[in-house]
């Protein structure tokens, strides 16, 4: 029923910057948790960020610092900020909304850092 597009992936340098987006079908992005998961290769996936509908965040030791997330309510979108890329980063990003009977989960995207 509700479905997740993410946009903004692609290839980019160590060091540089990337931001994710992802837009909602329907208006949950205020209502509920949401975050962004990566996965490497065959590695299970891994919760980079989430923020509650309240606006408090969390991260993964391994971005605090350079990642930030952020939503636009009326867009209905939630945003990750990728700064100071390393190419451990390299991953497919995924969006992920704690739904009320459900997760819902977007397609993935592609993130590469490499020179």
């Known amino acids: 029923q509700v479905q997740l597009v993410e946009s903004g992936g692609g290839l980019v340098q160590p060091g540089g910057s990337l931001r994710l987006s992802c837009a909602a079908s329907?208006?949950?992005?205020?209502?509920?948790?949401m975050g962004w998961y990566r996965q490497v290769l065959e590695k299970q996936r891994e919760l980079v960020a989430s923020?509650?509908?309240?606006?408090?965040?969390n991260y993964a030791d391994s971005v605090k610092g350079r990642f930030t997330i952020s939503r636009d309510n009326a867009k209905n979108t939630v945003y990750l900020q990728m700064n100071s890329l390393k190419p451990e980063d390299t991953g497919v990003y995924y969006c992920?909304?704690?739904?009320?009977?459900?997760?819902?989960w977007g397609q993935g995207i592609q993130v590469t850092v490499s020179s």
């Open positions: 992920w909304v704690l739904g009320r009977a459900r997760d819902y």
């Open positions: 329907e208006k949950i992005i205020s209502i509920y948790d």
């Open positions: 923020i509650t509908r309240g606006g408090s965040t």
